[in-house]
């Protein structure tokens, strides 16, 4: 995308969030923060966005997002599980309406077998709704991030422009 189009992305979300008096949290690890600095480009987004976590560390995961110990240690750190989790954490530690969580391996290392470089899961978490989606990018460590917050903007957008008025 280029900043023109991400911008009308930004600033569609920030108008459904805030005509439907509904309120953003998020989690992310290896996106580190970029998704809430494109919500934030967004001149009046104190009025939707409560704040974020940058929860890197399986640790911050786990204690300040409330992450299960054994979600970790069984499905790992970059699975559904874990994004719908740290999604589920931030929208009760933030209290608010909806929240989205991004966590995978962007590169250039940390690849496994059954998880390359580029997989990511990108979740939402709102009181009606919960939803996942899983990505593998062809990227390098930048291209992945932003094709994430993307993703993770277009999910956003998906849900709210399908949410009752």
């Not at 690890?29 to 494109?38: D, E, K, V, Y």
């Not at 204690?63 to 954490?89: F, I, N």
Request: charged share 20%; aromatic share 4%.
């Amino acid at each position: 995308m280029n900043q023109a189009s991400e911008r009308v992305v930004e600033q569609r979300v920030g108008q459904l969030l805030a005509k439907r008096g509904l309120t953003l949290a998020l989690a992310e690890s290896c996106t580190g923060g970029l998704i809430g600095h494109r919500i934030t480009n967004v001149a009046g987004s104190s009025e939707y966005f409560i704040g974020g976590v940058v929860a890197y560390a399986n640790d911050a995961k786990e204690r300040v997002l409330g992450v299960g110990h054994d979600t970790l240690r069984d499905d790992g750190a970059v699975s559904e599980q874990t994004a719908l989790e740290m999604a589920r954490g931030a929208r009760c530690l933030l209290m608010a309406d909806v929240a989205l969580a991004v966590t995978g391996i962007v590169g250039p290392g940390g690849g496994m077998p059954g998880k390359p470089v580029g997989l990511v899961y990108i979740a939402l978490s709102a009181r009606d709704v919960e939803r996942c989606e899983r990505y593998v990018w062809p990227h390098d460590r930048a291209g992945n991030k932003a094709a994430s917050v993307d993703a993770a903007l277009g999910l956003l957008l998906a849900y709210l422009e399908g949410c009752p008025t």
